[in-house]
């Protein structure tokens, strides 16, 4: 399989070992298009996505052999979620909420009795993840969080609430997170969704990503076992903000298939529909939002993949630090120089390409509902759900507006932080 860590070696074009993978997820998002379209008029979530996806083993593909997935590398599983964000941003958060933002936050950080425990049902698809940070006082700033726990000598008790969390509705386990009843201390949790203590509700009315369910999550006094934190005591800031890193380079590469949808619906309607005498393709003001949203494409692409290949590079040098060291998981921290610099490269640049990529996304969806224009105002169009969706993805996994505050303070320094 092909290393994309060194730069210096590399280029993005697609391997025959990616084209083949490439070509069965294709495959299967042109088997869902329809009921896909359906569940999204409906406002339901698409029950054929899990049984389909994991057929071709999707639902681990960057996850490790030894946990039963594809063992792709980031870079490859980004060009993956480039496709199926063709069939639109819901289909395409259920991948960064159960893998990114989910099993890769256990590949990362879970011990070995762990990672054997619950992996392997997430890339089966038998169990869905989810990944409960958010709550009502606490998006942009989760270390106001408000959820409390306390160790009560044989397990850890959990009160508090969770909001906006993707696949919330239909998740077997997630990770969470709350701050010690008595120290104040961040932690992480792995939590089994049928545990006592637990209620979950459904977020309705959404303006847009309609076949992704969302769920408030209620924490009453739940109980939690010793052996389900995460990581160690304190530590659950910073695995937060490593799963961050994951959930926005998804998060762009799959504006980037939107883009590509954009482009192909507006290249067909521009192409066959006449106005004033001439087709749409042949005026020059069409011209320009087709031009914009092939700039848009090219653009957010190399962000996004070099971004991919920094994440690699973490992923590469943690992996590694783990197998030379014992108790790794206190060991890694800022005051390692390395581990410092890849991570904050990988930060910076998954920070800048979600900023792009979804505000480009955006725009060209914009762009081709005003070509579409009253073909376009309807949620059965194509460019209207992108339209829809693609709001949504300026707002989650960091806004937008705070991602620029964090590229501007990388370059000024902490001392000029406006935030």
Not at 261 to 289: F, M, P, V, W, Y
Not at 345 to 370: G, H, P, W
């Amino acid at each position: 399989m092909p290393q994309y860590s060194n730069l210096s070696c590399m280029n993005f074009d697609t391997t025959k070992d990616q084209e083949e993978l490439i070509s069965k997820v294709d495959s299967v998002c042109k088997s869902l298009r329809i009921s896909e379209e359906e569940c999204y008029i409906e406002d339901r979530f698409n029950e054929n996505l899990v049984p389909q996806f994991s057929k071709i083993g999707m639902l681990g593909c960057p996850i490790s052999k030894k946990y039963d997935g594809l063992g792709y590398d980031i870079l490859t599983y980004c060009k993956t979620l480039e496709r199926i964000g063709e069939e639109g941003n819901s289909m395409r958060t259920f991948f960064s909420v159960h893998t990114s933002i989910g099993q890769m936050v256990l590949q990362g950080w879970a011990n070995e009795e762990q990672k054997k425990r619950y992996l392997p049902a997430t890339t089966s698809g038998k169990s869905i993840m989810a990944f409960a940070l958010t709550e009502p006082e606490a998006g942009s700033d989760p270390s106001s969080m408000n959820s409390e726990y306390e160790d009560v000598g044989e397990c850890y008790l959990l009160s508090g609430k969770k909001h906006w969390i993707g696949n919330g509705t239909i998740a077997n386990v997630i990770t969470t997170y709350a701050r010690d009843k008595t120290t104040g201390k961040i932690s992480a949790f792995i939590l089994d969704m049928n545990s006592s203590g637990v209620r979950k509700k459904e977020m309705k009315n959404k303006m847009g990503l309609l076949t992704i369910k969302n769920a408030e999550i209620y924490f009453e006094r739940c109980r939690i076992p010793k052996q389900n934190l995460l990581g160690d005591i304190g530590q659950g800031l910073n695995i937060a903000y490593s799963a961050l890193i994951d959930g926005r380079v998804s998060v762009a590469a799959g504006s980037i298939g939107v883009m590509r949808d954009c482009l192909n619906e507006t290249l067909r309607h521009s192409k066959s529909r006449t106005q004033h005498g001439s087709l749409l393709a042949k005026k020059q003001l069409i011209q320009q939002h087709i031009s914009r949203i092939v700039v848009g494409i090219e653009s957010s692409r190399w962000l996004t993949y070099k971004a991919a290949s920094a994440r690699q590079k973490l992923h590469d040098y943690v992996e590694q630090f783990k197998l030379e060291q014992e108790g790794w998981q206190s060991k890694l921290n800022r005051d390692n120089k390395i581990y410092s610099t890849l991570r904050n490269e990988a930060d910076r640049l998954t920070a800048i390409a979600k900023f792009y990529a979804t505000n480009t996304a955006f725009d060209c969806a914009n762009r081709s509902l005003q070509v579409f224009g009253s073909f376009g105002y309807q949620k059965t169009a194509r460019v209207a759900k992108h339209f829809l969706d693609s709001r949504a993805t300026m707002i989650y996994e960091g806004a937008n507006e705070v991602l620029e505050l964090k590229i501007a303070s990388e370059v000024l320094g902490d001392n000029f932080k406006a935030y």
